[in-house]
């Protein structure tokens, strides 16, 4: 098995840096507060947690180790990262907006 290089150091240092960010809007946005929460508070937390999923699957899914004849994990790794981000800016534009 080789060493990962490229875009597998990309994609695990992208997706470590975006769940930072993830839970740095969560703490800001004000998770924490003692008010009640409302449907849509419990909507931006279930959406920015899928996002800190995906994130989180994407160094274990791109560094997977697959036989040298199988092609690399990289476009499933990329998918998810995707799906990250997507739901993570969802559920900080719902915040916004809402």
Known sequence: MRAPAGSVVGLCSASATLCAMGMAFLAYWGVHEATPWRAV???IVLLAFT???AL??????????VPEESA????????AFALGIAAIWLAAVLALVL
Not at 72 to 79: D, I, K, L, N
């Open 56 to 65: 989180a699957s994407v160094p274990w899914i791109v560094t997977t180790p």
């Open 41 to 43: 508070d419990v909507l």
């Open 51 to 53: 996002g800190f999923a």
């Open 72 to 79: 690399e994990r990289v476009g499933a790794a990329r998918r």
